[in-house]
């Protein structure tokens, strides 16, 4: 297997003839897919989405794919496929349309139908081509064909990409429900065929590789949903992801069978329903609706909440309950389920809003107890079946962290495609499909772009590690006033402590030492403001750290009078 | 089920021949288990604890129960009962013995000289008395009786304390492996024993409440441990609690099957298997162990190196391996088990690990792909057993989040304890057992109290929400110098952020904009410090929401000249 060497150079120029691929991201991180493709001077995006932040991004709300490998040449880009519908996928897409806002969507109606209610909010308005499975489409120098996958949101597809250098599948996200809902599914058949055609390189999803077996059915979830309005003694409050239709669908039907009305609750969940239902996605009954102001005119006995906050998201309306800090309060008849999957590193938040729930008195039912989420992704099991029909010169696993992609190889490895032919790629690793063989030639930067607030790209590490130090320790500011003629000591020093547990009384242990501090560089001549600034900073850190052991971040500064 | 109000008032006086019991730690949270009894005015404590910070706790290094509500009464306190070594059962000794040094620490032979261990460190010599499972010793009224419980650590005791007011049994961490590596089983006779006899109280361990079925057997683990030794090609890392010594013995075991000689790397490490080998818990062949600085003289297929690390702190020796920031480099002939369970929290941590160790090449093992760990806690299978062996009159969930307690208190419902003799509390609730009765009479305080750097209890909420704010969002800070006598601005405004993700050369455009509310507040005649304070924190607290927003700590500084 081929590893990426941490400090590859940059690509080469591509060879006439050959393909080059690029993601720039989703290859060690689950999120911010985007895979770029080069044939003959000309660009193809596969998805372009976002990833959430973890504690090691303080402040952050998005983290977005660096588009820098492609900004100066926008305007070779073909086309953005966007595989299927989830943020993932697509989040980045507004963020790309701001540097180029005619590049051509292509997915299916629902994808595109969810990005083009995003874009409404950015008010963009894009150039979209809807696709469909069994469909070929030209941009350029790509003979894309797209086909069938199931997944955890309707209507998702795998793209095959032709050009001269050779064939390539890639999956997209993927499970291969043999009962699914909707009665969609992946298409086996069509990976046969193009196995049988020669695939030249397989990318395949990475994201369960290391769970054995099988991926239950969804149909599953149905009994379980249904025990649960059977048996609820009030109120029904169901939390899971504004995407996930299909789960939203079985809510429905059970509230048609138990009676009750539906009211859907947050933003992004009445959106995503509205699109799923115009669509013919989501089977809405005649009058099961309900506005969220008609709540308290239906008993709560005939009721159900669906929102989002499965994952423990602080601000939502489900935390909220939790800590008694919405208008609905949380009664020991109501019930409460979690039907989503839980996403690594939400496991603390996700407890908490638990344990506030099951102490007011509710039943909660979530993952932990009962079989209300299935994974949208298919195991290792699965995974095998898809190396073998596809038979692929070339594998490249992707949409993983480290972990999931190699496992993943190994997968591979094991169904026979020989391990010189398996690419382990990163974020920003070229990998160059030339003469029917697929190898890593070099890299591009691919770092996380940020976005806070309204800027995208303006936070960096730096303010990042400043973030870390200050949440961890706080910070001691030192203001002194100089005579800008003299230089003497005018005003000061004033200390303020926050966040640091020393109240700013505390510090007059401190201050007649940095008044000799400042005397003695006087008096050695020591006048510069950067000097004098270190001086405090060094003067007034070794103080904490010996009577506190604490390294709060010490601000000093000199004000010029 | 007496669920407690969340405004309970303090508990009246404690009747005559009342028993009184308040848990400063434990109930509604995993870790900083210590619970007090009361009895005629004198006090028994069992366990003291810490609780290990999450991101709520930014910067904590420790958290302790509140001693305050027995701080006035510490000379009553005849006893503290250690039930075994754990650091959420013992971690608290040494802060509470600084307030009275010669409390007696009661507990087994391990229990005690890893207590004896750490206070050497914090330079205290306890006042200790061994006790031994069969064993009865009576502290004022209290009379105990121990029995032995199976844990993850050796010479675990359950207590059953008599007193006048009744019987109470009080498990500590149990699970009940029938096929316990070193033979010593959770005494189901004697818990059956007590029943018989007629047990007023049972407070049991509900950390597993809600996994249904029975936990593996321990020894269930050798055999993968005995595969990896066998497969693994030079290398092997191991990384476990430093208090497991069981999972260090079944190590040791393959590596003297497998002709290998050990390190124990770290001091906590160290320490601990020391004292357990030296008191005969830990059986270490003559010659398997290595110094650190020897590691070089043994060839790596010889090799194993036993180190904490398995919850991916951030400074461990097995963090920094993952980095490439270790002496030991990770190579792809190295094979890595993390051979402990993951505390929930630590999984983003962990992941970070497994996945910087997979990208040097290394086969890492751990409990996702194979069984290396069984918990120490019973299930719920097994707390039926305890709960149908004991038939207690009353019962009360202890050492487990909300909805542990909850779930286990159904299961005591399940067996027949009757709902209202069954006591949901949580830290700092009261529950006194009078004529056979429990029941909640009140609470009294039981907060977090942090430690921090060498500081008890200085760190308050205020700092922490303070910490949060700066971790996210950084801060602004606005310095001017006014003339103290005519009030004027004579310098200033000097600004500066960090971690706000705004440059300083930005603020130039709100400069103009403060000085112009500081001319229009001299002209109105607002002159006070904290007028103008407030003033400059909301002008530039609103440039910067409406130019980025976002909300950093707003921090003016106003010195007089």
Known sequence: MSHPHPELSSPPELPDGGLRIVALGGL????????VFEFGGRL???DCGVLFPEEEQPGVDLILPDFDYIRGRLDDVEAIVLTHGHEDH??????LLRERADIPLVGSRLTLALIEAKLTEHRIRPVTLGVAEGQRHRFGPFDLEFLSVNHSIPDALAVAVRTPAGLVLHTGDFKMDQLPLDGRLTDLGGFARLGAEGIDLLMSDSTNSEVAGFVTSEREIGPVVDDVF????????????????HRVQQVLDAAVANRRKVCFVGRSMVRNMGVAGELGFLNVPDGILIEQRQIEDVPPDRLVLVCTGSQGEPMSAL????????????????????????????????????????????????????LVHVSGHASAGELLYVLNLTKPSNFMPIHGEWRHLKAHARLAELTGVPKENIVIAE?????????GRASIVGAVPAGYVYVDGLSVGEITETSLKDRRILGEEG??????????????????????????????????????????????????????LHQLNQLIRRTVGRWVNDNYRRRPMIVPVIVEV
Chains 1, 2 share one sequence.
Do not use: Y
């Open 28 to 35: 060690g991180e689950i999120g911010r897919n985007m895979t």
């Open 44 to 46: 193809l995006i596969v």
């Open 90 to 95: 697509i989040g980045g897409v507004p963020f």
């Open 230 to 245: 059977r048996t609820a003694q009030e109120r029904i409050i169901v939390a899971c992801f504004a995407s996930h239709i």
């Open 319 to 370: 935390s909220r309950m939790a800590n008694r800090d919405h208008q609905i309060r949380i009664t020991d008849r109501d019930t409460v389920m979690l039907a989503s999957s839980l996403i690594p590193g939400n496991e603390n938040a996700v407890n908490r809003v638990i344990n506030g729930l099951t102490r007011w008195g509710a039943r909660v039912v979530h993952k932990g107890n009962a």
């Open 427 to 435: 974020d920003g690793v070229a990998v160059d499909l030339v003469d």
């Open 475 to 528: 910070f001691v500011s030192i203001v002194i006033g100089v005579d800008s003629s003299t230089g003497k000591l005018v005003a000061g020093p004033e200390i303020h402590a926050r966040g640091a547990g020393i109240s700013d009384a505390d510090f007059d242990a401190v201050i007649d030492r940095i008044e000799e501090v400042l005397r003695e560089a006087a008096a050695d001549g020591v006048g510069e």
